[in-house]
């Protein structure tokens, strides 16, 4: 099984995470489950039957992976397959193939194609935006509920990790589609406003259904994946994409700050992807790879950025 090593610092985050909910010391599952919630770069087959150009489930996708091609959109695991792994949970499975007592392990909603604003992403046709991505977690928690009680649910949610990375294509897939109006109607700074104002919402009932402790991904380097390049004369990163979403994130950090300080027994980390992808680039022999070029090119830099 191909594995793509995680950030040292993402590692140590999400450690520091669990111990503040007092995870007990020996246990091989340090939480109960792990809700994900997303895009391609960590989807694991929710748009398999869906009617949409944004599915994974085809070589060579899946090659390193055991069993081949799920949906995945990468080679072998994606990063919320080895947070799973570092957890002591198994691989957590995707909301339209979930079943029975899988759920209670936790379930990935995530939906290539998938934005905060439900338009984004319509190009592809068939995905699961983020407002429904939250719906179908309702379901889920229903059925839980349903099946263990209450009180018992709200105790272990409040233990569970909450993995959110969302907006990426609320970029690629909306405001730089030259048939989305959005980039005649916002400057960069008005759009980012915009999509983590209804972030913050989205974000603030999943804390209202009971989730405490979330690992929020910020965009990454943009400029810098196979789209973006493809696009460039001379092969390198488009430094107007990267500067474009830096408001975003900058917003990102801002909310959960004030989320940690304004809800109740919440916990928020940021995990600064712009940074880890920084590291894997500078550091590409301790990542496995030899070559910046096969890095920026190879499946798990998501080769459309769906």
């Not at 897939?173 to 406003?193: E, F, S, V, W």
């Not at 974000?203 to 943009?222: D, H, P, Q, S, W």
């Amino acid at each position: 099984m191909a594995k793509f090593g995680l950030s040292p610092l993402l590692v140590l985050s999400i450690l520091l995470l669990i111990m503040s909910g007092g995870a007990v010391r020996g246990q091989r599952e340090m939480v109960p489950a792990m809700f994900i919630f997303g895009d391609s770069l960590i989807d694991n087959g929710n748009n398999n039957n869906l009617p949409s150009f944004a599915k994974a489930n085809y070589y060579p996708y899946g090659i390193d992976f055991n069993g081949g091609p799920t949906g995945r959109f990468s080679n072998g695991y994606t990063m919320v397959d080895e947070i799973a792994e570092l957890l002591g949970l198994p691989l957590i499975p995707a909301y339209t193939e979930a079943s029975g007592n899988q759920v209670l392990h936790g379930v990935n909603y995530a939906s290539a194609a998938a934005g905060i604003l439900d338009a984004t992403g319509r190009n592809f046709v068939g995905r699961i935006p983020f407002d429904q991505q939250l719906r179908n977690f309702e379901n889920t928690l229903n059925q839980i509920t349903g099946n263990l009680g209450a009180d018992y649910m709200a105790t272990a949610l409040a233990r569970c990790i909450f993995f959110v990375g969302m907006g990426s294509n609320d970029y690629l897939n909306n405001y730089l589609m030259p048939n989305y109006p959005t980039r005649n109607q916002y400057n960069g700074q008005q759009y980012a406003d915009l999509l983590v104002q209804t972030y913050s919402q989205q974000l603030t009932r999943l804390y209202n259904l009971g989730a405490r402790k979330f690992v929020i991904a910020g965009l990454g380097e943009m400029g810098c994946i196979p789209s973006i390049l493809a696009q460039s004369t001379t092969g390198t990163c488009s430094e107007e994409v990267n500067l474009l979403v830096q408001p975003f994130n900058e917003n990102v950090k801002t909310m959960l700050g004030n989320f940690n300080n304004n809800l109740p027994g919440a916990r928020f980390i940021f995990a600064d992807s712009s940074r880890m992808f920084q590291d894997i680039l500078l550091n590409a022999r301790s990542y496995g790879t030899m070559n910046q070029k096969i890095l920026l090119h190879s499946p798990q830099n998501n080769t459309n950025k769906t």
